[in-house]
């Protein structure tokens, strides 16, 4: 049981060029989420899927895609990168009801030049 | 706009000191109050969470304190540790399904 996997770990960009984040969990969660990490501005979030085949946007959406593949994966894409858009890139999952504990990936580091 | 406001952004603490972090929050329908500890390079994990149905919740050295009519809620680290230094994040939600709002976190120091 692997938990929230996301590749790749780290990645050097070149403004405006594009790339796909990856995400995969294993608990059959439902809702999966997308968040951006920056000093001092804690956790923002980027886009959700509340189940396979919805996806929603989050505080901070623009310059960003998402696609629900199927219930295990949610990927997130950057078309044209932007210096901005440097920073840790974190998925995370959650199931239907319980206690809505939310599971997170160990993070992409995205530097964009 | 939601928000979950935390205090302090840095916090340093003597091993064996009490760390305090306060969270606030605005959003009357919120019912689950989570917090997370992070260490370098690593995801956010859960520590413990609380329903405003309890005023307290107590697990080994870590303790929520809920105040339900001043909207506010805290953590408490009895007898802390250098390995407790981390950043801790509390959160917010109305629903199970519905993301977590974030405050923007305390970076802990533990020094001995």
């Known amino acids: 049981n692997a938990g929230v996997t996301q590749t790749p770990k780290f990645q050097v960009l070149k403004t405006g060029q594009s790339m796909t984040l990856q995400c995969a969990q294993d608990m059959n969660h439902n809702s999966m989420y997308w968040y951006r990490q920056d000093p001092g501005m804690g956790l923002r979030l980027i886009y959700y899927s509340a189940s396979e085949g919805t996806t929603d946007k989050g505080e901070v959406p623009n310059g960003y895609n998402v696609s629900r593949l199927n219930k295990r994966e949610f990927s997130l894409r950057l078309e044209s990168a932007a210096p901005s858009q440097t920073s840790v890139y974190f998925c995370?999952?959650?199931?239907?009801?319980?206690?809505?504990?939310?599971?997170f990936g160990p993070g992409t580091r995205l530097t964009v030049l | 706009q939601q928000q979950v406001k935390q205090s302090p952004q840095s916090l340093i603490v003597q091993k064996g000191g009490i760390s305090i972090i306060n969270c606030a929050y605005e959003?009357?329908?919120?019912?689950?109050f989570p917090w997370y500890q992070q260490f370098p390079g690593k995801g956010p994990a859960l520590l413990i969470a609380i329903r405003p149905d309890v005023s307290e919740k107590k697990e080994g050295r870590f303790t929520i304190s809920f105040n339900k009519s001043a909207k506010q809620f805290s953590l408490h680290i009895m007898d802390s540790q250098p390995g407790d230094s981390a950043t801790y994040f509390c959160a917010a939600t109305p629903s199970g399904n519905t993301p977590l709002v974030f405050g923007k976190g305390t970076r802990l120091s533990v020094i001995a």
């Open positions: 959003n009357t329908a919120f019912d689950y």
């Open positions: 995370a999952s959650n199931g239907r009801g319980g206690l809505y504990t939310q599971y």
